[in-house]
């Protein structure tokens, strides 16, 4: 039960009454969400196939190099040389993917040497993701002397994505020389074509040279250089050289610790709902990880010693606001409430509030607070002592009783609030020097006190220290109550300093 509390203190002989009222006035204060850093990350292949398991839910860079051709055989007579291979092309696209579904990919392998036994250069292997979605496609291999010499070239199409770009042409062989190789396709630019028995240049990024022919009897074509470079074409009795393999780079935002937007109106006013449910979701980016959530709530406005801080991990009060009854670990993205518990109700005031999250599966680690919100609850109770607050006894003799009405000093609370309450009354033991225990009649050491609402006709004793009894019920908005104290001293003592005595009236909805 919420309760609103006004201290006064009485003092024995010479006695002082003191009412002490704080209001504390807050400006609602908004702080802006810190911005979180997303890194990128990246998977890589440079040869196979199998399947990609996508981390998130979102869009993805898919980047693709396809393998360079192989370069012919050379002849029997001197010099007789054989074609170099074509480049092979680099195809980009930004593609949609879902959380933990698996992707095909294949890696086009190089186009293997001309050889007595193949004689030409093979083609350089496509590379492919998602089942053609995105696409680059290999150079053709070059042909051997014996078959015409002909260079294999970048393929102009077949390549599927946002944009394409073409791996270079290898050159023809001659009866004096060997071709080279076409460069593979960059990220950047096409691959470069070759002349003669150098090699095409590679594209800027990522785009292998090709590899050169030769025009000394009986040299291999050397190979092509990743990713995608053509090989050059042998001569006299040589082999060709082999073309490079290519390669897949995924692209993806990386996993970020979760972020929380707060939903509860910054502002609002609970009214007298003195346990309130705040409502937040949090976000755990492209990664959709289950989240788990650490609450504040403070009476300042930084949040900075917090008189609530609780988590779902362990806390009651964190629920699904959508479907109900769902505890934690919550999804990403889900709406989220906490409630404050019984016996953690909040008094009238200006409260504070701010949530993080953090994502176990994922980092691990908490996400960057969110901004700061207020609200307020207003129970309507409020009492005030409108009377003087200071009371004199004077020198009262042992086993003897004085009261308020005797010196002229009745108390007055007053319900300045906006709800009907009830008031109760507590007093503690006599203080300063030797004390004085409350009892039920005077003794050794022993006093007795007692309240009145009827001016005196009955007087009701306080029966235990600390203890709340019933001042007075019902006490309507506006309404006052007027009471008085009598104090009885002890029969024996041997202290005859001043006593003080605290009293405490609290008013309680009813």
């Not at 060997?178 to 074509?193: C, E, F, L, M």
């Not at 470079?229 to 042998?234: P, R, T």
Request: glycine share 20%.
């Amino acid at each position: 039960m919420l309760r609103a509390i006004k201290n006064f203190l009485f003092f024995l002989t010479i006695t002082i009454l003191e009412l002490s009222i704080l209001t504390s006035v807050f400006n609602d204060l908004l702080l802006e969400q810190d911005n979180l850093k997303i890194y990128a990350a990246q998977t890589t292949y440079t040869s196979g196939s199998g399947n990609w398991t996508s981390p998130i839910t979102g869009n993805i860079t898919v980047e693709c190099w396809a393998a360079g051709g192989g370069g012919g055989r050379g002849g029997t007579g001197n010099g007789d040389g054989g074609g170099g291979g074509g480049g092979g092309q680099y195809s980009i696209k930004v593609i949609s993917v879902t959380k933990n579904t698996q992707y095909a990919y294949s890696v086009g392998s190089g186009g293997t040497a001309g050889t007595t036994v193949t004689l030409d250069g093979g083609n350089g292997g496509d590379t492919s993701f998602a089942t053609n979605t995105v696409v680059a496609k290999g150079g053709t291999g070059g042909l051997s002397y014996a078959n015409g010499m002909t260079a294999g070239v970048g393929n102009t199409a077949g390549g599927v994505g946002d944009t394409v770009r073409f791996g270079g042409n290898g050159a023809n062989g001659t009866g004096t020389n060997s071709g080279g190789g076409g460069g593979g396709a960059g990220s950047n630019t096409a691959g470069g074509n070759a002349t003669t028995t150098t090699g095409g240049t590679g594209g800027s990024l990522n785009g292998g040279n090709g590899g050169d022919g030769t025009i000394a009897n009986g040299a291999v074509g050397s190979p092509g250089s990743a990713y995608g470079g053509g090989g050059g074409g042998g001569t006299k009795n040589s082999n060709g050289g082999s073309g490079a393999g290519g390669y897949i780079v995924i692209t993806y935002s990386d996993n970020t610790a979760p972020t929380v937007t707060l939903n509860t109106l910054n502002g609002n006013n609970f009214g007298t709902d003195i346990t309130p449910t705040l409502e937040f979701t949090g976000n755990d980016d492209l990664y959709l990880d289950d989240i788990e959530y650490n609450i504040q709530i403070d009476n300042n406005s930084d949040c900075s010693t917090p008189i609530l801080d609780k988590v779902s991990t362990t806390d009651l009060g964190f629920l699904n606001t959508v479907s109900g009854g769902d505890t934690h670990p919550f999804n990403s993205g889900q709406k989220v409430s906490y409630t404050v518990q019984s016996g953690e109700e909040l008094n009238t005031g200006t409260y504070y509030w701010r949530v993080r999250a953090i994502d176990p599966g994922g980092t691990n680690t908490y996400g960057s607070w969110s901004g700061i919100y207020s609200f307020t609850v207003d129970t309507g109770i409020s009492i005030t002592l409108t009377s003087d607050g200071s009371i004199q006894y004077g020198t009262i003799p042992s086993s003897t009783s004085k009261n308020t009405i005797q010196v002229s000093d009745t108390q007055t609370i007053q319900n300045n609030g906006s709800s009907t309450v009830n008031l109760v009354i507590k007093t503690s033991n006599a203080t300063g020097g030797t004390q004085w225990t409350l009892g039920s009649s005077p003794g050794n050491d022993i006093f007795v006190k007692e309240f009145s609402t009827n001016s005196g006709s009955n007087w009701t004793q306080f029966t235990t220290v600390d203890t709340y009894q019933s001042l007075s019920s019902s006490v309507t908005p506006t309404s006052s109550v007027n009471f008085d104290l009598q104090i009885t001293v002890p029969s024996v003592t041997t202290d005859y300093q001043q006593k003080s005595i605290t009293i405490t009236v609290m008013a309680v909805l009813p």
